[in-house]
């Protein structure tokens, strides 16, 4: 059983590497599939840290991002291309925070704020979502090989990719965990990835909610950005993080109209798209996507940028908390958002693409 297990991520590996070597040479490197190590399972977890398990994902699609009329399909710089409504009866599944893709758009590594990975791959019927296949599920693992979730690390809010290596970030006690994917895949286990000091000082639940590492062609390459929450200078702006790369240091991003960071991603052009969402009793929930220029970021800058998506309840969203970009062989650009449903009856797990106009 393990040979086949081992042969499945070999071949998955090689499927992932020539995906990842077409998206490094357009600036935007992907994480690569690679074989699993043998482990022994663990008491108390939901599945064996010995190998992913294969779980039932089903999708309903979603007619229209505008439920009240279906041909509304232009929403700022966004044309809505498809969406799906995720569902599954593994008891893990939900609370995505955060998603990555290959070149292609279709297979991905995704994550829950309970420390899960999930992987598998998008169906695609003609250039619309048809349904996921091939998902596993897998506990996210410390230094220790055990989940991390058994020492008190949850929240698992962000993600950014390097080739091999995979940087995720960690509300809760505000760190970073490093996994080379090459040795093992979600097997990995994850070494903590020094941040600046500052890092730790960020409010409780409202630290490092958005990763981005900056590849080679680009200002700023091989750096991570950290960008949290609602961690606030003392101009109420929003605290981030240059880590590494040419310049390493401090900058802040404007804060607006009460809007808080839930993820970001690089454009192969250079542009920083930053995903924010508010919420209140009165106004309810908000989302937008807003544009910086990566040639405005250095340390000790207040950036800003103009809003080039806005939603609210009148169309279909939900706790909108993950973003990725690919580009399709027609040169389009194709932004995915997944949602985080708390664990909770009352909200979904949607997965939606756009393409963008502008």
């Known amino acids: 059983m393990t040979g086949g297990l081992e042969a499945c991520s070999r071949r998955r590996f090689l499927e992932f590497s020539a995906a990842l070597s077409a998206a490094a040479a357009s600036g935007m490197a992907r994480a690569q599939f690679a074989p699993q190590p043998a482990a022994k399972p663990l008491p108390g977890d939901e599945f064996p840290a010995a190998a992913p398990v294969s779980i039932e994902v089903k999708a309903r699609p979603l007619p229209s991002f505008d439920p009240r009329d279906r041909s509304h399909v232009r929403f700022g710089a966004l044309e809505f291309r498809s969406g799906l409504v995720l569902t599954s009866g593994f008891r893990g599944f939900g609370g995505l925070s955060g998603i990555r893709l290959d070149a292609r758009g279709e297979r991905f590594i995704a994550f829950s704020d309970k420390g899960t990975w999930f992987t598998g791959r998008i169906r695609y019927a003609g250039r619309e979502m048809a349904g996921l296949e091939d998902v596993e599920a897998a506990p996210m693992l410390g230094p220790d090989g055990r989940p991390i979730t058994t020492r008190g690390w949850f929240d698992s809010e962000s993600i950014a990719i390097d080739g091999s290596f995979v940087y995720v970030g960690l509300e809760r006690v505000n760190q970073v965990l490093r996994f080379d994917f090459s040795k093992g895949f979600t097997r990995t286990r994850g ?12 409010p409780f639940n409202r630290g490092l909610e ?14 991570l950005i950290a960008m949290s929450e609602r961690g ?3 101009a109420g702006n929003l605290v981030a993080f240059l880590v590494g790369g040419p310049s390493p240091g401090e900058f802040s991003i404007r804060r607006t109209d009460n809007f808080d960071i839930s993820d970001a991603v690089l454009l192969a052009s250079g542009d920083l798209l930053i995903l924010e969402r508010k919420f209140s009793l009165l106004a309810g929930v908000g989302i937008r996507i807003r544009r910086i220029p990566l040639n405005a970021v250095k340390p000790g800058a207040v950036v800003d940028g103009a809003s080039i998506f806005d939603a609210d309840l009148g169309q279909e969203i939900d706790n909108l908390e993950g973003i990725d970009a690919h580009v399709t062989a027609e040169g389009d650009t194709i932004l995915t958002l997944v949602s985080d449903d708390n664990f909770s009856m009352i909200q979904r797990t949607l997965l939606l693409q756009f393409k963008l106009v502008e």
């Not at 070494?191 to 960020?202: D, I, N, R, S």
């Open 232 to 234: 606030l200078d003392p």
């Open 191 to 202: 070494e903590v990835f020094p941040m600046p000091p500052a890092v730790k000082k960020l």
């Open 210 to 223: 958005a990763l981005v590492f900056v590849p080679k062609g680009l200002p700023l390459a091989g750096t």
